[in-house]
């Protein structure tokens, strides 16, 4: 691959997803793209970006940045997150939510449903509190192909060893050799919808807690700050944000604030100036999202 190649994909992944490649990354892009070539009929990585510069179709492109995108995920990820969400984040939704009763939950970077299916399993403990309550788990991500086996539940041996407590494993899914598929009623709690967060989403609505968790690590600065400013649009003023271990909003932007001695929560700064904006327009709060209880 020329350096001319090498640039031409860095500059249509951080276009397309946001992801920033170092200049040094090129033996990832090769091991990643050669196998997305071949399954084409191309012989290899120059034959690869003619493709992509000359083809009218979209769908190489997607499959160039689906395979480049990280999509890393476990069961209860970081324990804490999920701890806080029981602990924290729950009791104060459902005091502040007794009417409308409705509670909507978005996963914004689900990948392959672990995630948000860790979020139904903690609610599926709560159910004498939550009783009553509708509560809408929207789950989204760029690459098509996560979702399709986010949909379907169905984890490999190794997969459902990671993160995810036995007595759990038992209660909520099935085995079938050496694979364990969620039970149906799990998946029902959870949408699945195909999003890409560099384009506008507050065709959403609002939501009282965003989960956007080890996919700013993967962007820019100035994406990151877009990102984040965007989510606090679409975040109930007295909602919560939940990013990953090693994301942060500090130096990036004030309309989230953290929470001291809860590790990576943060709620809207209602304080913060916000300029006005058409996108500042006041969102739905209720969308049809399905999956609710
Ligand atoms: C490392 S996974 C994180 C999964 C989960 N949130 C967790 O923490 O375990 C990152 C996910 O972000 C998705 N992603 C990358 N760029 C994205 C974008 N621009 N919009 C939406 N999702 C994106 C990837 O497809 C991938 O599934």
Redesign the pocket.
Known sequence: MTPADYDFLRASLKER???VLSADKQYLVESRLLPVARKSGLANLGELIVALKTSADDGLMTAVVEAM??????FF?DKTPFELFRSTIMPALLAARRAPRLIRIW?????TG??PYSLAMCLKEMEREIAGFRIEILA????ND?LAKARAGIYTQFEVQRGLPIQLLIKHFTQNGELWQMAPELRAMVKYQQ????KDFSQLGMFDLV?C???LI?FDADTKIDVLNRLARVTAADGYLVL?AAETVVGLTDRFKMLPDKRGLYVPNVSAPRPASAADKPMPRLVAVGGGR
């Not at 996963?107 to 990948?111: D, E, I, N, R, Y």
């Not at 989204?140 to 690459?143: A, G, I, K, M, V």
């Not at 999003?195 to 560099?198: A, I, T, W």
């Open positions: 997803s946001g992801l995108t990280t999509n890393e995920s476990l990820r996963s914004a970077a689900a990948s672990q995630e989204t991500d760029l690459s996560v999003l890409n967060l560099l989960f968790r080890n996919v993967y990953g």
